[in-house]
C-alpha cells in the first residue's frame, strides 16, 4: 500500500472519482432500513456491503467510503433503533473499515472513513458533547489506517466546523461536505460563506454531497467557489449529489419533497444526466467527483466513462458497456439498433408514463430547525399518538 | 430437497412469488451488457449473480430462476456475441443452475430453468432448428435436476408451442410465459388466443412477462384468463411484468418506446405500485407473481408485503423494511415521520421533476415481424454503415 | 333568400361548415351564466349575440345557430332561474331567431333554430310533456321560417327520438347530434345504435356534438358511421365537438372533468388541432363539420382554412389571417418569422406552462342519470345545505 | 365629463382596473393579423372593437385604453403592411380615440391614449426619428381630449424616457410601463433601475405590461418597487401581464417561447389564477391592475371580484357571474353543484389534457437586441428566401 498516491496528491494531477451512496441503494436490496438509515449491516451481511462496493469501484470509483454514514453512538441510539446495543459503535465503523479495505484492494482505491451530522447537535447539546461523537468514530478510522477523512451530510456549518476541528487532530487529509443547496446552511449562512469557513477550519477539500440533484448541486458549487476565489482560499472541491431531479426542492433539498422517500423513482436520473454532470464539475474546476443518495454503479460508470479522456483510462465495469449506447449495435430489434449513438440520448427528454402526476411538487417547509423541539433526540420509539400529532401539523401546514 | 413442495402444489395451495429480472438489474450493476442482453456473468462474476439471487430470496421470491436468459447457443453468437465460443452454451447455463441452487437452498426456494425466443425463429429458420437451440438448455437443467422449466419471453405462440414441446419431454412441470399486452401476439393472434393455445399444448402455467407495465399486464391477463374459461381449460396463471409504466406502448411494447432501454427512469416503479399490482394479480386469480426487467428485490418485497396475510408470511428482509412506511416513525424530521402510514403512500402521485419531459411518448413503430430480413441472425457486429442506414430509416418513420 | 341553397342540398354537394358554441364564449365575454347557461342575452344584450354570430361568419361558418341552447321553458324556470318569467320562452326564442338571421344575411348563411335535452326529460315526467317543451320552441322557429331545425345535446337517445318527431312535423331538414362518446350514451346504448336510431327516426344528419374533444368524438362517428354502413342507411354526419382536450374524460365527458367548467384553459385546443380535426373529418366522410362549447372564431376559421381547397373559397376573416401562419413573416422578431410555416406549426407539442399540474385527471363518476331523484326538475335554487351535502358525496367518491 | 375623476385621483383613493389586451383578443375575432399585430380595425371594424371595450367595461375595466397599439406611423408602413398608406396614422389612432370614448361613457371610464416603441428606435435611427413617431400619435390624442396617456410595451428604458419626454409635454398624465421581467431591459438595465429611470423621467405610474405571466410579473414590480423605495421616489404601480403561464420564459419574455404565438392555449391563465394575481397586486401597492395579451373580460372581471371589497363594488357584467363560481349551484348535475365554492376552485391544479406535451419549453434565445441588423425596419414583406435563411438559424440555436 505504501506507494498507492493518497487523495491529495490524486487531486492535484486529476479526477478523483467517488462512489454512490449507500444507504438507499442497501434499503432497495434489503439490508437498510429507511428511517434510521444506519449501517448495521457491515456486521449483518457484509457480502452486500462487499458487493455494493466492489460495484462501484469497478464502474470507475478510486474512493471506497467505509460505509459509516449515521454510525455515532448517538444516532445508533436513537429512537428506538437498537444498533448501538447490539453491535456498538465500534462494531459498526471497525467492520466497514476492513470492507472498504478489502474491496479498494481489489483495485487501486483509496478508503475514506466517513462523519455525519449528529442528534446530539441538533438537541442543542453543545460542542464537548458533539465532538465526543465524533471523536469515537475517529478512533476507529485511525486504527484501520483509513487513506482519509470525510465529514459529510452537514446542514449546520457550524457543527460541521467542529467536526472538522476533530478530524484534522488524526492527521489525515480531511474533506467537508454539506448537504445544502443554492440558498446555504439551515441557519442561514450562505454557500459561499459555508465554503470559506470549512476552508478556514482546516479542511483540504470542501463541497456538497446529497439534498439536490446534480445540477442544482453544481450552481451551489459555482457560489462556493466564487467566494473562495474572493478570499484567496486554495482547496479543492466535491461534488457527490443525489441522483434525484430536484428542481422543485427548497432549502431543505429532497427531504422535503413529498416523494421522499418511497416516492423518488419518476425523478431518478438516467446515465446520460450523469454525463452531463460530470462534465459541468469538470469545467467548473471540481476534482472529486462522485454521488449520494440515489446513485447506482451505472451512474458512476457514466461520470467514468464521461471524463476517460481527461483520466486516461476506462474504468473495468466498461468491459460491459460501451461509450454513448454502443452495445446496442446489437440489439435484435433494428429500430434499437438504431438508437446506437450519443445524438440520440442526448437529445431525449425521457417522458414520465404518468400521466396523473405533475413535473412538480410543494415541498413541505416546516421550517424547524437544529434546536427546535420536535427535533431532539429521544431514545424511544416514536408512538401513534406523536405520528397522529405529526399529521394534523402537516394537513394545516 | 425431497421434502420441499414443487411447483404445482405450491401453486393450488396459495401464492407463489417469483423473483426479478437479471438482465436490467446487473446491466446496472456492470455485469451485463445491453444489446446482447446475455448471462456470461454466471461465468464472469458468479458472486453477482449469486448476491442478485439472495437479494430476491430474502425479498420473498420462492423461485430462483437460473439466470438462462437468451442463453441459446445461437443468441450467444449473434451479431459479434463471443460467448458461445468463449464459455459455451452448456457453461453459462450449467453456472447459472448451480448458483440458483445454492441460493435456494439458503431457503426454501425452487429453482428453475427457463428458456426465451430464439435469432433461429426470427430468422425463419423452422421448428427442428429452433427446436434443437431449446433441446441444448433443456439438456443442461435436466441435468441439474432444476424443479421446474419456464419459456419465457416469447413473441410469437407458435414458438413458444415449440418451446412447451420440447419441455415437456423433461417430465418437468411447464410454466409458458409469453411477452405480449392486450393486443396479444406479434403476428396478431390474439391475447386470449395466445392462453388458449399455451394451454392446448400442454403448458401447466401460462400467462405474460416483460413487454408492459403491471397493470397493462394484467389487463392481458384478464383477456387470457377469460378465454381459458371459455375453453375450459385449468392451468395457473403466471404474471412477471415490467416495473416500468407503460401507459404509451403499443403491441410491441417498451421496446418500442423511445426511452428503451437507456432512458426509462421515470417510468419506474414504486413500491406502492407493486402492493397495487400484487393485489390485482391476487384478485384476479393469479398465482404465480413475480416481475421482470426493471424489478429490483425492493419491488418484489413489496409484493410479499402486499400478499403477507394470504401466505401467512413476511419475507425474511422485512426485518429491515416495515409495512406502509413502518420505518419512517424513526426519521429525524418530523415532517417525515408524518409520512408513516399507508393512507399518505397510497394517494401520493409521484411528481417526475422534469419539467421538459412530457407524460407519454409516441413509440416506434417499424412493424417488422419474425421473418422480416432486417430481424434475421447476423454472426457478424453491425456496422456503422448498418447503424446510418438505419437512423434515417428512424428518421422517416 | 330562395334562391339560397338548402342544408341538405349543400351537404350533398360538399362540406358544410358549422359555428361554434355560444354559452361558453358568451361567458367568457360576461353575457351568459354558467350552471344555468341559458340564453336569455339574446333579448338582454342583442349586440353581443350579433357581434359572435357575425365572427363566426366571417370565420366561415355556413350555419348561424340561433342562440337557443337550452332555452325550453322548463329549463328557463329551473333552479332558481327567472328568464321564462322576465322574458318568456318565446321571447327568448324569437329573438335568438331575428339575430341568426340578421347576420345570416350578411353573407350566405343558413339559419338553424335548436332544441336540447330538457329537465322533464331528466325528472323522467314522461314522452308527452317533453315533446310538450319541444313544440313551443319549434313553434317560434317555423314562425321564423328558419331553414333547418337541429337537436343536439342529448345524452339519452330515447329523449332524442321524441325530439326528432316533433321536429319532422315541420317540414323541415333535421339535424340530430347527442352528446355522446365512443362508450354510447347514459343508458348504455352503444354510439353505433344511437346513430342507427337517430337516423330510423328519421333525422337526416346525425352525428355527435359537446362532451369531448374533437378526437374523442372522430372516434364515436366512426363507430356510428360503421353501424349505419351495416344497416345501409343513408344519412349526413354532423360533427360539432368541443375544443377542450378529453382524452381522460369517460362516459359522461368534459362534465366530470374536475375542471369543468371554470378550469379548464389548459385544454383549450390550438387552431392547428382544428386543422387535423377538419381533416380527420373530411376524410371520414362527415360533411357538417362545426364546434360546440370551447370553440372561438378562430378555431372555425382554421376549419374553413384546412378545407379551402375542398370548398373552393377562404372564409372572409382570413384577411386578417394568413393560413399556416403566414403573418408572421410580418413579424419584428427575426426568430418568430422563423416560425412561418406549416412544418413547425404541425410538430410543436406545446408545453403547458404549468409544472405543478397533470397531464390528465380522473373524472367524477357518480353514476347518475335520467330518473335519478338527485337529478329531477327544481323551480328554487339550491340551498347551501344542499350543496354541502354534495361536496361529502364528492369527497367520499 | 368636468366631474368624472382623474386617474391620479382615483390611484390616490384606491385601485384603476386596467382592461385587456386587444391584439391577441381580436386576433382570435378575426379582426386583427398576427405578425404585423396593427390597429387598423379601428377603422376596419369599429363595431368589433366597441364591441370588447363593452365587454371590459362591464367586466369592471375603469379604464378604455385606445386600439393604438403599435400605430406609429413607422410600424404601420412595416414589412408589407400597408396600412400607413390606406389609413393613415392619424386616421388609426383618431377613430380608436372616438371608440374608447364613445363605450367610456356608457359607464365612468376613462380613456387613454397609448404609445409603443418603435421600429425607427431598434432600427437605431436615433431620440429625434423616434420621439418624432410619437409626436403623431400624441397630437391625435391630445386633439381627442383622452384623459391621460400610457406609453406601455418598451423593451429598453432609453426609448421609453424619449416617450415620456414628449408625453409630458401633453400635460395629461403619463403611466410608462415595460415590456420586461425581473432580469430587466434588453440592454441589461435592471428592472428596479428601470423603475427608476422612469420615475426620475417624470412618469406618474410606473410598472410592467405583457411579455411575463402575472406573477412573474408581480415578481419585476417587486424589485421595481423597492429601488424607487430606496431613492425616495414616489410614483403609482402599475401592471398588464400576459394571461399565459410563462414560467419557463428567458429575458425577452413569451415571443422567446416555441408556442408563441400559435399555440399558446394550455398556458392560458384561468379566472382563478386572476384572483390570486390580483391580491397580490393589491398587498405589495400596486393600484393600476389591469391585463395585457391573452386577457378575456372574464379574467378582467375575476380581477374586479377578487377587489369588490376593496372598491366597494362589483362590476356590472356580476349579474351573470356570481364570485367563486356561485352560479354553479344553478348546474344540472349534483356533482358540478358540488363545486360551488372558493375552496374547490382554490385548490384545483388544472390537467393540461395533453399527455403528449411538457410542462415547461427552451426559450429560443437568439441574443439580438435594438440596433442588430437582423431587426431593422424594412418596408418590404419577408421574402421566402429570408424565411429559409431564418430557419436555418433556429435549426442551429
Not at 39 to 48: D, L, V, Y
Not at 156 to 181: D, F, N, T
Request: with cysteine; proline share 5%; aromatic share 8%.
Amino acid at each position: 500500500m505504501a506507494t498507492k498516491k493518497g487523495l491529495l496528491q490524486r487531486l492535484d494531477e486529476g479526477v478523483v472519482i467517488g462512489d454512490g451512496g449507500f444507504v438507499f441503494a442497501l434499503e432497495k436490496r434489503g439490508y437498510v432500513k429507511a428511517g434510521p438509515w444506519t449501517p448495521e449491516a457491515t456486521i449483518e451481511h457484509p457480502e452486500a456491503v462487499r458487493q455494493l462496493h466492489r460495484e462501484f469501484l469497478r464502474a470507475g470509483a478510486d474512493v471506497m467510503q467505509a460505509f459509516t454514514f449515521y454510525a455515532s453512538d448517538d444516532k445508533l441510539a436513537n429512537r428506538g433503533n437498537e444498533s448501538s446495543k447490539k453491535y456498538t459503535c465500534r462494531g459498526i465503523n471497525d467492520a466497514a473499515c476492513r470492507l472498504a479495505r478489502e474491496v479498494a484492494e481489489e483495485g487501486d482505491g483509496l478508503v475514506a472513513g466517513g462523519l455525519s451530522q449528529t442528534p446530539t447537535y441538533l438537541s442543542g447539546l453543545g460542542k464537548e458533547k458533539t465532538q465526543r461523537e465524533f471523536q469515537k468514530q475517529v478512533d476507529v478510522f485511525v486504527e484501520n489506517k483509513v487513506d482519509f477523512l470525510i465529514a459529510e451530510y452537514f446542514e449546520h456549518v457550524e457543527e460541521m466546523e467542529w467536526a472538522i476541528e476533530v478530524c484534522l487532530k488524526s492527521g489525515m487529509p480531511v474533506v467537508a461536505s454539506m448537504c445544502i443547496g443554492p440558498e446555504g446552511d439551515l441557519h442561514g449562512i450562505s454557500a459561499g460563506e459555508c465554503g470559506v469557513r470549512m476552508a478556514k477550519a482546516g479542511a483540504h477539500v470542501v463541497g456538497i454531497n446529497c439534498h439536490f440533484d446534480p445540477f442544482v448541486t453544481v450552481q451551489g458549487l459555482r457560489l462556493m467557489k466564487a467566494a473562495l476565489d474572493r478570499e484567496g482560499l486554495k482547496v479543492h472541491l466535491i461534488a457527490q449529489p443525489l441522483a434525484f431531479h430536484t428542481p422543485d426542492a427548497g432549502k431543505q433539498g429532497f427531504i422535503d419533497l413529498p416523494e421522499f422517500p418511497f416516492g423518488l423513482e419518476p425523478r431518478i436520473c438516467t446515465r446520460w444526466d450523469m454525463h452531463k454532470y460530470a462534465r459541468e464539475c469538470y469545467d467548473l474546476g471540481v476534482r472529486y467527483i462522485g454521488g449520494c443518495c440515489g446513485f447506482e454503479p451505472y451512474h458512476i460508470r457514466a461520470v467514468a466513462e464521461e471524463l476517460a479522456k481527461e483520466r486516461g483510462k476506462f474504468p473495468k465495469g466498461c468491459e460491459k458497456h460501451e461509450p454513448w449506447a454502443g452495445g446496442l449495435k446489437m440489439h435484435t430489434k433494428p429500430w434499437v439498433r438504431a438508437r446506437a449513438g450519443r445524438e440520440y440520448w442526448e437529445n431525449l427528454r425521457p417522458s414520465s408514463g404518468r400521466p396523473y402526476s405533475a413535473a412538480m411538487s410543494k415541498p413541505d417547509n416546516w421550517g424547524v430547525t437544529a434546536g427546535d423541539d420536535i427535533l431532539k433526540q429521544k431514545t424511544a420509539s416514536t408512538t401513534e399518538d406523536e405520528i397522529k400529532l405529526l399529521k394534523t401539523k402537516k394537513t394545516k401546514a
